[in-house]
């Protein structure tokens, strides 16, 4: 076959292709939440899939290939869940309240997914050394709660806030946010509606002008 017509994984993959992508990467996060990112090698992700490593060699390069696909699924899956939310609330005060509260309920809806993230993103390192994914986590997550604080103290709501404190205060919510994670993945019976009220509520007085 002329590879020039040659179908790729990238171009029009099938429903029967899509669905089988999808089983190996909810099983790599099965794995990895089960036994940790070191411990997960495509011999366990295939037999907790029923099927050879071979399968997965035809849907992805190498464990790299799928265990990055792990974390851009979880960040698109997040987008989608987060962001309508926020873009639905009117002021300041309310899409930040917003963004703490959604941000819990998607933890809480996808344990094992976001475990499996934490042990990716804390694991795996470019060439030179560096996290791979530190500036998509830079992009993706603490600038659009820095948005917020600014237009906050635009509109006279939030105290005010130099940069260096605005990006101070949007990273105390954020490492709230994943203390929230750690705390779950201690004690799964975690009473999540208080801790979230709290939650709220520090950060309601703590950027109150």
């Known amino acids: 076959m002329d590879k ?17 992508r999808a089983q190996i990467v909810e099983c ?35 464990k790299e290939e799928l265990l990055e696909q792990i974390t851009i699924e979880y960040y698109m899956a997040w987008q989608a869940y987060i962001a309508p939310r926020i873009e639905a609330q009117k002021s300041p005060k309310e ?38 994914f530190a500036a998509e986590h830079d992009a993706a997550i603490i600038l659009p709660i820095e948005n917020i604080l600014t237009l906050g103290m635009q509109e006279g709501i939030f105290r005010e806030f130099t940069k260096p404190s605005a990006r101070v205060m949007a ?31 520090i950060f309601d007085k703590s950027t109150k002008k």
């Open 28 to 62: 790599a996060i099965e794995t990895i939440a089960e036994v940790g990112y070191a411990q997960a090698s495509l011999g366990q992700i295939a037999k907790r899939a029923k099927i050879s490593k071979g399968v997965i060699s035809y849907h992805f390069a190498n």
């Open 171 to 201: 990273l105390t919510i954020r490492n709230a946010i994943d203390g929230f994670t750690l705390e779950l993945m201690r004690n799964p019976e975690l009473n999540i509606l208080e801790y979230t009220r709290e939650l709220v509520t």
């Open 95 to 132: 899409k930040l309240r917003v963004y703490i509260e959604s941000n819990l309920a998607f933890v809480d809806e996808h344990r094992q997914h976001v475990i499996a993230v934490i042990e990716t993103v804390s694991n795996k390192r470019t060439d030179d050394g560096k996290f791979q």
């Open 4 to 20: 020039k017509n040659k179908p790729t994984k990238q171009k029009e993959l099938s429903f029967i292709e899509k669905a089988r």
